[in-house]
């Protein structure tokens, strides 16, 4: 058995941090003596190196505690996956550094995929360990729920450009995802088939409206009235869910500049909609148009 200090000399995990994991209950000492002291042995240990390889991948105490008393947590398999996770990161980190280098000698590297989305499949991987009945009830088997991480990842770079545009930045992106997910494993679809169906038939009314005549300025007040239907609408009908504090930004790049937008809108609703959409919104928004 070994003391605290002994733990915290052999660990580097001060004596005060020890005592705090011990009053949350995510780290318990095997024993506390008469006089309170406490005291542990060699499987407390190995919890608390797995505590440590948990924060090592940036994953809170909250996150820690939930995952490690999962009745299916199994820390072999948890060690396998920490170390896939641990030398993911490593590998981000060290194509960080050869680009830093590279900076560092002026060479001039217009380079963003190491800024990449491992946060976000981090909290994918934690809700996995967290949540699999919520998940297996919504997606219908893990299976799925793997498929669509997988799909995800072969998109990283495109999901991560939009996440920034949209949400700011990858940090608000993952977090507003995390209360996404938590919502829909809780509560499931925020709604049914049935209604997506009505309000998919709202948006395609209210947005013929919007483009009944595209030789009309953008900036109108009529046309500037519709736009504020489609907004109020859209935003009332999101139940919840957090789009982001620039997805309207974002939604009228993509009528401007998005060649899957353009296409798709303009074939719906005429040859010019999609631009006089994006400049429709932007007007409302108290955007710039002089460079569209």
């Known amino acids: 058995m070994m003391t605290v200090k002994q733990v915290s000399l052999l660990t580097g995990v001060s004596i005060r941090t020890l005592q705090f994991y011990d009053e949350i209950g995510l780290f318990k000492p095997t024993k506390i003596t008469d006089a309170g002291y406490r005291l542990y042995d060699e499987n407390a240990l ?126 608000h992106y993952t977090k507003a995802m ?41 900036a109108s007040s009529d046309v500037q009235e519709i736009v504020h239907e489609l907004i109020s609408f859209t935003n009332a009908c999101s139940g919840g869910i957090d789009m982001g504090e620039n997805y309207w930004p974002f939604m009228a790049e993509s009528y401007l500049s998005n060649s899957v937008f353009i296409e798709a809108t303009d074939k719906k609703y005429g040859t010019g909609a999609s631009i006089f959409i994006g400049h429709a919104i932007q007007a409302f928004l108290g955007m710039d148009l002089a460079d569209n």
Do not use: W
């Not at 994918?124 to 919520?134: I, N, P, R, V, W």
């Open 46 to 171: 190995e919890t608390l190196q797995q505590i440590l390889f948990f924060k090592e991948l940036d994953f809170t105490l909250k996150e820690i505690k939930a995952i490690m008393e999962n009745p299916r947590f199994d820390k072999t398999a948890a060690f396998k996956k920490q170390r896939e996770l641990i030398q993911f990161k490593r590998d981000r980190l060290n194509a960080l550094l050869e680009l830093l280098d590279k900076l560092i000698k002026g060479e001039r590297c217009m380079d963003f995929k190491d800024f990449d989305m491992s946060g976000y499949f981090r909290v994918l991987t934690a809700f996995k360990q967290t949540h699999a009945d919520e998940i297996i009830e919504q997606f219908g088997s893990m299976e799925h729920f793997d498929e669509m991480v997988s799909e995800m990842k072969s998109r990283e770079d495109e999901i991560a450009g939009m996440a920034v545009k949209q949400y700011g930045s990858l940090e």
């Open 178 to 218: 995390e209360k996404n997910l938590e919502q829909f494993l809780s509560h499931g679809p925020h709604i049914t088939q049935q209604d997506a169906g009505d309000l998919t038939k709202k948006t395609d009314e209210i947005t013929r409206r919007l483009t009944a005549d595209l030789k009309k300025d953008a």
